[in-house]
C-alpha cells in the first residue's frame, strides 16, 4: 500500500491526551489515546475514536482558544510517513516512520467507541520503555505542552488555582475586555 502521512499531537484540552491520525485520502483519521503511544508490545492502550479531521489539523501547534471542541495548548509530539498495511473492520495494522514513533502498531476494536493500539514485536519495539516520558518535547519546536501553554495568556485551568480570585473586573482586564468568543471565562 502507498505511504501516507502520520502525526500524534499532544493536546492539554478538558484532560491531557494524545490524538494519534493517520492519514486517510484528504482526511486524518483520528484516535484520542488518553496515555499516549508506547514502543513496549507488552503495553495495551485505549484509544477513542473521535471525528475525522482536515489535513491541516495535523498542522496546528500553539494554543486553541474559543473552539467548539479541543481548547487547551497542543504541540506536534510526533510526526512522519505511514503506511497502512491492514485497513479491515475493527483492525488496523500501521507502520510508522516517524521521529520517536518507528516500526509497526495495531488498533483492534474492542467496542463500540474503544479500540486498544499496541506496538508489534519486531525490531524497533523497545520492552520497560516509556517513549512518552523519555521523549516529551515537540518534534517541530522542541517544547513541551507546558511551554506553549505559557507562552499564552493564563487559561481557565490556570485562572481556577488562584484560590479566592473571582473578581469579575479582574477576568474582564485579563482577556481585554471581552467575555466569550476568545476571552477567558471561569467554569467547567
Known sequence: MPSTRFVVQLHDATTLHFDLRLQAGEVLRSWAVPKGPSLDPAVRRLAVPVEDHELSAGEFEGVHEGQP??????????EGL???TRDEPGHLAFTLYGSKLTGGFALTRTGERRWILVKTREA????GSDIVAERPASVRTGRTWEEVAAETRPSTRALRS???VRSSAWLLAGCGGRQGGGGLQVGG
Open 69 to 78: 471542541r479541543g481548547t487547551g495548548a497542543v504541540i506536534i509530539w510526533d
Open 82 to 84: 505511514a503506511e497502512i
Open 124 to 127: 524497533t519495539a523497545r520492552p
Open 162 to 164: 488562584f484560590s479566592g
